[in-house]
């Protein structure tokens, strides 16, 4: 793992938003579930290199001060205070290192969902 930057230089991209940790889609149904995530504004689906998947809701935590710091510091939750651990890359090194997929939109996904040959199309998700 690389060594990541200070936060004095960061825009505090880890504090922008929250991602929680789902199970991965193996069901037309399922599939059909991340399709109505991403049709609603400011979600995103990822799945790290761990292969794990994710939705993420971005979003500013409220204690953000002006200056990008933490304005809740002392109090800040353990999570928190634990990131990034040692496996984890910090967020400031740019989505392209951090995610190995990276779904904004529905059409995103459906082109992921073409592009390993999987023998659903758009219609048959609509069952």
């Known amino acids: 793992m690389k060594q990541s930057p200070p936060c004095e230089n960061c825009n ?6 929250l991602a929680v940790e789902i199970d991965k889609p193996t069901t037309k149904k399922e599939y059909d579930y991340i399709r109505w995530y991403l049709l609603h504004k400011d979600v995103s ?13 971005n979003t500013d935590c409220e204690k953000i001060a002006e200056d990008n710091r933490c304005g809740y510091y002392e109090e ?8 990034p651990s040692a496996d984890e890359l910090c967020e400031f090194e740019g989505d392209e290192e951090y995610y190995t997929e990276l779904f ?16 659903w199309r758009y219609k048959k998700l609509q069952d």
């Open 12 to 17: 505090a991209h880890c504090c922008r938003h």
């Open 45 to 57: 689906v990822f799945i790290d290199h761990h292969n794990d998947w994710f939705i993420k809701f």
């Open 76 to 83: 800040r939750p353990k999570i928190c205070r634990d990131y």
């Open 104 to 119: 904004d939109t529905e059409e995103q996904f459906i082109d992921y969902i073409e592009d390993k040959k999987r023998n």
